[in-house]
């Protein structure tokens, strides 16, 4: 089985018909948890860093273009340094997620968090590990990846 790209993937699944935002939220939100329980956390952040495996990425542009055709959101650089990038995804459906008292404290950015972990470890080529950071007030979420150097991907 070949592996495709995250672009040939777009191109294939690219038509003019789109996912209702309330279908993808019933899945995200409600039946995920249903499936994986108190593990949905840790299931959701390796499947991200699985999904980045799938598809390498070769650049932070290239993972904010993927970030958008997903459907995961805006995705923008709010602060880089030498061993930790700090990004900031916003989007209307997160916003309403955020803004949605019923799910208010289970609403969780797993899945992107490792899905960035693994791009920025196989960009740098040194372990890395993503941290998610909602703000409800500001209806974005924070995601801070952090890596060592030294810790060299073998």
Request: charged share 30%; aromatic share 8%.
């Amino acid at each position: 089985m070949s592996k495709n790209t995250a672009a040939e993937i777009h191109q294939e699944t690219q038509s003019e018909e789109t996912v209702p935002a309330f279908g993808y939220e019933l899945i995200r939100e409600v039946l995920l948890h249903e499936i994986l329980g108190d593990d949905t956390a840790e299931i959701l952040y390796w499947a991200g860093k699985k999904l980045a495996r799938k598809y390498p990425l070769n650049s932070l542009d290239e993972i904010i273009d993927f970030f958008n055709k997903a459907g995961w959101g805006i995705l923008t650089i709010s602060k880089e340094s030498k061993n930790e990038l700090e990004l900031e995804l916003t989007s209307p459906i997160i916003t309403k997620r955020m803004q949605n008292r019923k799910t208010q404290q289970t609403h969780q950015f797993q899945l992107e968090a490792g899905f960035l972990a693994e791009q920025i470890e196989i960009q740098k080529q040194v372990i890395s590990e993503a941290f998610e950071h909602p703000r409800k007030k500001s209806a974005k979420v924070l995601f801070t990846i952090k890596w060592d150097k030294k810790d060299i991907v073998s």
